[in-house]
């Protein structure tokens, strides 16, 4: 085995990964830790206890001691409140909870700039602002901050991806005036690094848990950002598609791209903007209609050359945000065939030529043409799609690394340190 340098450790929906990557970037071990369930999945405490035994499963397994850096992705938007101890205040606010108080929302309305990821129903500034009202709050964090924090590093930092959609301002590169018209103290939230920079040598803390003396903490990133670089995406025009229940593209972009009326807004990650966009189309369509076996015999006898032209656009109901943002665009499923997989087939083709338009419109916005592309998902295990796709849309289609977001955090690190020396 190769000695490892870099850890990335992925707090997702359904559990904690961990991966250690050699140097050269190649994955050298991983460790999972599933939540037991969906109320421990809320628990900060149910989440420590997956780093840590994801953290004890690789160290029975590796030598630590070449670890060069170590970096945490979160679910983006879940929110905690700290005391000055560090101990959760209460519940934590996950990334899909509404925010209890709608007033926040309003005010957030009618503060924040009209292009302001904080903006919306499900705004993750509106989470922190309702968790600093607590009493005995110290800080607000993001999930991936307390991570790093239980880590071992002193001061509490996040980085501009978490920080994004509660409000941060990646122009001016601080937390703006306008979040304390909101109702949010300033002083409460945490110190924000670029994603992928290198902050202080490991502490007390992190020996204690088996980390080098040489060891880094880096800044970290979101699980979304995370997931792409863990496919190896990373230069300008490199796309991921990732076909599951939604269709979700993004693209590295030399330039940000904000348009918040196809809810797309943009990340700086290294030395480019990750800009993305979801439609509602996608394979939960393509779920209602038939199940994984149906999915598993029809997909051999597609016929990618033979294009049906049905020219449908697949929804589960009226209402589409991006590529074309209209709350009443209808579903299109029609004329329906007799036989199931030419309709299959026109399906995916409707969800292909979605695809297309996707990257069209986010170059249509500023972005450039998108120059090669990897997918993820559970459509990505349909090669008859992807030649369909690899048809309509006219680039390399490249494989993707990994799967894995925690790659994706340990290759932040191993990019973040050659980045910022
Ligand atoms: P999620 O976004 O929920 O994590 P996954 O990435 O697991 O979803 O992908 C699940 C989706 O993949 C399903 O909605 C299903 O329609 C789609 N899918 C699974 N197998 C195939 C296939 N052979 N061809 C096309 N789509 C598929």
Redesign the pocket.
Same mark, same amino acid.
């Given at each position: 085995r190769k000695p490892v340098a870099a850890l990335g450790i992925d707090l997702g929906t359904s559990g904690v990964r961990a991966a250690l990557l050699s140097e050269d970037g190649s994955l050298v071990d991983i460790a999972a830790y599933p939540f037991p369930d969906a109320a421990s999945a809320r628990l900060p405490s149910t989440w420590w206890c997956g780093v840590k035994s994801s953290l004890a499963e690789l160290a029975s397994r590796n030598s630590f001691a070449s670890l060069k850096g170590v970096a945490v992705d979160g679910t983006s938007g879940t929110v905690l409140a700290v005391d000055s101890g560090g101990m959760p205040v209460g519940e934590a606010l996950m990334y899909n909870d509404p925010c209890p108080d709608r007033t926040i929302v309003e005010r957030i309305g009618a503060q924040a700039p009209s292009d302001s990821p904080a903006r919306g129903e499900t705004s993750a500034l509106a989470r922190a602002i309702h968790l600093s009202r607590r009493s005995g709050v110290r800080t607000i964090m993001h999930q991936a901050d307390w991570i790093l924090m239980n880590l071992g590093l002193a001061t509490p930092t996040s980085d501009e991806n978490n920080a994004l959609k509660t409000g941060y301002d990646l122009a001016a590169e601080c937390w703006p005036n306008w979040l304390e018209a909101c109702g949010m103290d300033i002083a409460l939230l945490p110190v924000v690094k670029r994603a992928g920079s290198p902050l202080s040598r490991i502490t007390a803390g992190g020996l204690a848990l088996g980390l080098p003396r040489e060891c880094r903490y880096f800044a970290g990133t979101t699980d979304g950002c995370a997931s792409f670089l863990a496919t190896g995406a990373s230069n300008v025009g490199d796309g991921v598609t990732a076909? =599951?229940?939604?269709l979700v593209i993004k693209l590295a972009c030399a330039l940000p791209i904000n348009a918040a009326n196809n809810g797309i807004y943009s990340h700086r990650v290294l030395d480019f903007w990750l800009a993305g966009g979801a439609s509602n189309s996608g394979?939960?369509v393509?779920?209602t209609f038939f199940d994984g076996e149906q999915?598993?015999a029809m997909?051999s006898k597609l016929q990618p050359d033979a294009p049906t032209g049905l020219a449908y656009y697949p929804l589960l109901g009226p209402g589409e945000r991006f590529p074309i943002n209209d709350p009443a665009y209808p579903p299109r499923l029609e004329p329906r065939p007799s036989d199931d997989l030419t309709f299959f087939q026109a399906i995916?083709e409707g969800i292909t030529a979605i695809e297309k338009s996707g990257y069209d419109r986010l170059a249509e916005l500023g972005g450039p043409r998108v120059l090669s592309i990897r997918t993820v998902?559970? =459509?990505a295990?349909?090669p008859a799609?992807a030649r369909m796709r690899e048809n309509a849309l006219g680039v390399p289609f490249l494989a993707s690394r990994s799967a894995e977001a925690s790659v994706g955090a340990a290759s932040l690190v191993l990019a973040g340190k050659a980045r910022w020396p």
């Open positions: 076909l =599951g229940s939604t394979g939960a393509i779920r999915l598993k997909t995916l998902g559970g =459509g295990a349909n799609w």
